[in-house]
């Protein structure tokens, strides 16, 4: 059963979701309508990204996306996260990975489609809620797995 709430828009937003509304089409479902195909979007795009990284790779990627936030100007360049993360905090070594291992997660992460960068983001975003949730999903294969997500074997 739907669940009722309210939310504030930014201009844009409001513009877009008004753009789509009419008489027989509230602006409530709309919106609903449209986040229903984000959030379906999101859910394709992630189980594209099956075997796409291993293991290690995911908690470099989970690692170089705690706390970050992420408009659509910035998503083309979030892999400076990833890069950054490798490069200063030596994430890749810490987690296993070879300075060419890392160099491939970065050169993979970049070669991802617009929606499949989102889709990595949404499961960094999902993991980190969890977290803070206290629901206890590790960073590993069977955790990753619980966000629907496949590690590639390594």
């Keep these: 059963m739907p669940i009722r709430t309210s939310l504030y828009l930014a201009t844009e937003l409001q513009k877009q979701a008004e753009s789509r509304a009419n008489p ?11 986040a229903e195909r984000a959030f379906g979007i999101l859910a394709i795009e992630t189980r594209a990204l099956e075997n796409v990284f291993s293991e290690a790779e995911w908690q470099v990627i989970l690692d170089s996306f705690n706390g970050v936030l992420v408009d659509m100007e910035y ?25 060419e291992q890392g160099k491939e997660l970065i050169k993979r992460f970049e070669a991802l489609s617009v929606a499949a960068k989102w889709a990595v983001l949404d499961v960094a975003e999902r993991f980190w809620a969890a977290s803070e949730k206290g629901q206890g999903i590790e960073p590993d294969a069977e955790g990753l797995k619980k966000l629907g997500v496949v590690c590639r074997s390594e």
């Design 24 to 34: 027989d089409v509230p602006l409530g479902a709309v919106i609903r309508a449209q």
């Design 75 to 99: 998503i083309q360049h979030i892999g400076v996260n990833i890069v950054d993360n490798t490069n200063l905090n030596n994430a890749a070594a810490q987690k296993g990975l070879s300075v």
